[in-house]
T-cell receptor, first 114, second 112 residues
Framework: ETGVTQTPRHLVMGMTNKKSLKCEQHLGHNAMYWYKQSAKKPLELMFVYSLEERVENNSVPSRFSPECPNSSHLFLHLHTLQPEDSALYLCASSQEEWDYNEQFFGPGTRLTVL | SQQGEEDPQALSIQEGENATMNCSYKTSINNLQWYRQNSGRGLVHLILIRSNEREKHSGRLRVTLDTSKKSSSLLITASRAADTASYFC????????????FGTGTRLTVIP
């Protein structure tokens, strides 16, 4: 398998559920990202991991909890979400270099919170 | 905000015509990138232009960068129906971090 994969592709959950989104990259990159994409809003950077350490947390509510067990895997744990959290969640990876930071995106998980 | 802003928000053209999308940003950058997104899918990197470059080509794509005006344009020549997608510019700042800041995108529709 190549590139960046995400599972599941679609998820419907109630506000009291706990679920996890999974991302895996097969590119040998050392940085991974979670983004949230809502309709008519810019892509929102949620978390950045570099060399398996979290380096960015853009004021994301604590009901979103990331985990990066190794450089190839990234999880987003979800609990007690709100309907406004419904969105497309995108994972991306890149190889950290000074002036070249092309990101490779997964297909996304479409999350619906009821 | 460091995010880029694309203009127009939506663009509809006939197949074979050229499509031009613009991006403006606010901070100093290391590079500017353009991405494409088909509906409900992940983003795909199209092209990167560094801050010391003024123009770059890749196939039917032509990107320009004017750092004095903090703006960039993406030109798609001889458009095809398969070019229908949303196009985003993303800026990387000069802090050394790999973070990218995306705009809201231009929705391009190419009519066969």
């Amino acid at each position: 398998e190549t590139g960046v994969t995400q599972t599941p592709r679609h998820l419907v959950m109630g506000m009291t559920n706990k679920k996890s989104l999974k991302c895996e990259q097969h590119l040998g990159h050392n940085a991974m990202y979670w983004y949230k994409q809502s309709a008519k809003k810019p892509l929102e950077l949620m978390f950045v991991y570099s060399l398996e350490e979290r380096v960015e947390n853009n004021s994301v509510p604590s009901r979103f909890s990331p985990e990066c067990p190794n450089s190839s895997h990234l999880f987003l744990h979800l609990h007690t979400l709100q309907p406004e959290d419904s969105a497309l969640y995108l994972c991306a990876s890149s190889q950290e270099e000074w002036d070249y930071n092309e990101q490779f995106f997964g297909p996304g998980t479409r999350l619906t919170v009821l | 905000s460091q995010q880029g802003e694309e203009d127009p928000q939506a663009l509809s053209i006939q197949e074979g015509e050229n499509a031009t999308m613009n991006c403006s940003y606010k901070t100093s950058i290391n590079n500017l990138q353009w991405y494409r997104q088909n509906s409900g899918r992940g983003l795909v990197h199209l092209i990167l232009i560094r801050s010391n470059e003024r123009e770059k080509h890749s196939g039917r794509l032509r990107v320009t960068l004017d750092t004095s005006k903090k703006s960039s344009s993406l030109l798609i020549t001889a458009s095809r129906a398969a070019d229908t997608a949303s196009y985003f510019c993303a800026t990387g700042d000069q802090t050394g971090a790999n973070n990218l800041f995306f705009g809201t995108g231009t929705r391009l529709t190419v009519i066969p």
